[in-house]
């Protein structure tokens, strides 16, 4: 059971006056603050939270869709659609601090919005089409063409200024996903990206690798997307992902890159991702 079911679990346990007073919780659960927040309100008595629990777990009993139990906690780590953008706005928070004069931005490869510039959202929407059925090798051709965009046209010039840019996925995906999991030739991958794509690209200056359970990664696409089957990569069996993970480990080790389990609390991966880049 993953953290977050046993944490609703404890939520229904106080409102049903089962684990209130002097209930020790178990330290490996490392219990979020959110959650902590709305079993007080709950003791306190105040109906909104209790009848904001019930809602969302008689609307899970409803309809069996994750989201439902999702929605009622906005600012917890467990309701994140996507972890790796909290952690992308959380850095962005540290560097401002530290580099106040520098300017910022985020660039998120192979999304289908959001992803930097409006001709890589299309590229994006391209590739997570399940229905166009596209070759491993057309996902390469097409993620290459979104990194190129994408460095000729933002992160480059960020970085002629001095400016920081926070990726939340590089080459190294496709290495992953088309490569160690769909059998796409790794010297193929490493042609394509090196002959569009500079050194500096290929080679971060800093990078970390983040990793979740089979559990949480279904808990979390589930929240993403009320669409996972009709997703290209969303909507793969576990063995996909599994072979892409173990690609990520190699990746890894083979490169000195730091892995944190992403799937705690916000601040204790935020705490993982500084030690791994080594900026506490």
């Not at 996507?82 to 520098?102: C, G, H, S, T, W």
């Not at 979740?212 to 279904?218: K, L, N, P, Q, Y």
């Amino acid at each position: 059971m993953t953290k977050f079911c046993r944490q609703m679990i404890f939520l229904i346990q106080t409102i049903f006056r089962e684990n209130l007073e002097g209930e020790k919780m178990n330290d490996d659960d490392n219990f979020d603050s959110e959650i902590l927040k709305i079993r007080a309100r709950i003791i306190s008595g105040e109906s909104s939270a209790r009848a904001e629990v019930e809602a969302a777990f008689a609307k899970f009993r409803e309809t069996e869709n994750l989201h439902a139990l999702l929605e009622i906690l906005p600012d917890s780590a467990f309701a994140k659609a996507d972890a790796i953008d909290a952690q992308i706005k959380k850095l962005r928070e540290y560097f401002a601090q530290q580099n106040p004069a520098r300017e910022i931005i985020e660039i998120n490869e192979g999304a289908e919005t959001d992803s930097g510039l409006p001709s890589t959202d299309a590229i994006g929407q391209i590739l997570h089409r399940g229905d166009f059925h596209l070759d491993p090798v057309t996902n390469l051709l097409l993620f290459t063409a979104q990194r190129k965009e994408l460095w000729d046209k933002k992160i480059a010039p960020i970085l002629a200024l001095d400016g920081i840019v926070l990726a939340s996925r590089n080459w190294w995906s496709t290495l992953a996903y088309q490569g160690y999991a769909q059998g796409v030739s790794r010297k193929l991958i490493e042609n394509m990206t090196r002959e569009f794509l500079p050194a500096r690209y290929i080679r971060p200056d800093k990078s970390v690798i983040l990793t979740i359970d089979d559990e949480t990664r279904v808990l979390r696409t589930t929240s993403r997307s009320a669409d996972v089957a009709n997703d290209t990569f969303d909507s793969r069996e576990n063995d996909f992902f599994a072979k892409a993970n173990a690609g990520y480990f190699q990746i890894a080790k083979e490169f000195g890159v730091e892995v944190v389990d992403a799937g705690g609390t916000i601040d204790g991966v935020f705490a993982g991702i500084l030690a791994g880049l080594k900026l506490k």
